[in-house]
């Protein structure tokens, strides 16, 4: 390449590593005996899923492990947003003739989470059989955006968050192996690096093209050093710190639920649409209130999850930035909403016994006599259908030694209130009993 191309490349290409040990921030995957270097020491490369943030050094991967593929294997890069999916079948079928030669395809697929679940479907059969090595690389969560068919066959890669200390390490490293930067002969102040380092984001893609533009700019101005005022005055940083990885997104994460639970429509609303105008993923922002309705609202409204899950369906079907007005409902409805913890109060209740004690026999009433043999054990013996006795049979489902246990105990908000109601009139005598506590239970 000549040096005119060489020029016109972004620092971040210039300086993408050659070696695992040029790497920064990932040595549990690239260093001397990270997952990733040692299965191509070993001649042993499985598919997986690379999921980090971006800038953490997921393309910078795919082209090490490019780099040091055994000879019988053929790397291919395919990106989800640029190419068509149809461009897939022809990519099987010569992966499929290289196959029969020895030689093994190594697909790199960029940003996997860019395809719907039915154009993913297309990489089980020949990821099953080992037609293809896969190497899908995301920034969004697989467990949401990777079908799970396809994410058993992988394995899943997880990328860490490139600290302030990792973007500094690399920022001296361009200093002073960059040949343009070397050039011209400049001196950078510590804290301008630091400064880059922490406005980033953890991205080092963005770190390093803010140092480059920082650098070109200085020297088209004849200056020949760099500090903290020069960066200011030609603002070059971004010019919002929210990132979806980065700590804003949890503390803004926070702040949006406990508005909600707070009963707080305003400070909700604020934060969930600050969270959206810096990049957030409305679906993301959607599925925390389908599980703060469960968890903070319940059975005090039950049309709370409802409303949840609507607005989930609504950000699919409409999208941004329309899809901002259904987001806002929603999360007013839930913050006006009453509020009760009883639901995962008694999910972790239940859980704690079962973790405790998870091989409680079912009773033999309440067990299906599907064979005559089980008929003779007492199977099904004594059950008593509820419809035949008027809609409820007052007797006990719990294992007997289980019997006393209570996990749901609703409270005397909203919709609860006629819940424990209709549980008082229920129980009330038996040791079923659900009301006050101070009321001692039957035994």
């Known amino acids: 390449m000549s040096s005119s191309e060489t020029n016109w490349k972004p620092l971040s290409e210039r300086l993408r590593p050659e070696h695992f040990d040029d790497v920064v921030g990932q040595y549990h995957l690239t260093g001397k005996n990270g997952i990733i270097r040692k299965a191509l020491e070993k001649r042993k490369l499985f598919s997986m899923i690379l999921y980090g943030a971006p800038g953490t050094g997921k393309t910078t991967i795919g082209h090490l492990i490019e780099k040091n593929l055994p000879d019988n294997h053929e790397y291919l890069y395919f990106s989800a947003t640029t190419q068509r999916t149809g461009e897939l079948k022809q990519l099987f079928q010569r992966a499929e003739q290289l196959k029969r030669y020895g030689t093994q395809m190594v697909l790199f697929v960029d940003e996997i989470h860019r395809l719907n679940k039915a154009q993913q479907d297309i990489f089980l059969p020949v990821t099953e059989k080992g037609t293809i090595i896969l190497i899908g690389a995301t920034t969004e969560n697989p467990s949401f955006e990777v079908n799970p068919a396809l994410l058993s066959r992988c394995r899943l890669i997880i990328l860490k968050e490139l600290t302030t200390e990792d973007l500094t390490k690399l920022l001296k490293k361009a200093i002073h192996k960059d040949r343009i930067i070397q050039e011209y002969d400049l001196n950078i102040e510590e804290e301008v690096l630091k400064v880059i380092a922490e406005s980033a ?28 005022e020069f960066l200011r005055e030609f603002s070059v940083l971004p010019g919002g710190r929210y990132t979806k990885k980065g700590e804003e997104h949890y503390d803004l994460a926070s702040a949006f639920i406990k508005s909600m639970r707070g009963s707080d429509p305003d400070a909700s609303v ?142 005397n908000t909203g919709h609860e209130r006629k819940v424990k109601e209709r549980l008082l009139s229920l129980w009330k005598g038996l040791k079923r009993y659900r009301g006050d506590k101070n009321e001692k239970h039957n035994t």
Not at 343 to 359: G, H, L, S, T
């Open 201 to 228: 984001g953890g991205d080092a893609r963005i770190a390093l093209n803010l140092l480059d533009t920082l650098c070109d700019t200085a020297h088209a101005l004849k200056r020949k050093a760099i500090d903290v």
């Open 270 to 411: 604020y934060y969930m649409l600050r969270m959206l105008e810096g990049g957030e993923d409305p679906k993301f922002l959607a599925r925390r209130m389908i599980i703060f309705a469960s968890e903070d609202i319940g059975l005090a409204d039950p049309m709370a999850l409802v409303v949840a899950n609507a607005a989930f369906q609504a950000v699919e079907k409409v999208g941004l930035p329309e899809c901002s007005l259904n987001l806002t409902e929603a999360a007013i409805y839930l913050s006006i909403a009453p509020k009760s913890n009883a639901v995962i109060r008694a999910r972790n209740a239940a859980f704690k016994v079962i973790r405790e004690k998870p091989n409680v026999p079912v009773p033999l009433k309440l067990r299906n006599p599907v064979t005559k043999m089980m008929k003779k054990l007492g199977y099904g013996k004594d059950y008593q259908y509820p419809h035949d006795k008027g809609g409820f049979t007052r007797e006990m489902y719990l294992p007997k030694e289980l019997s006393q246990m209570v996990f749901y105990e609703p409270g």
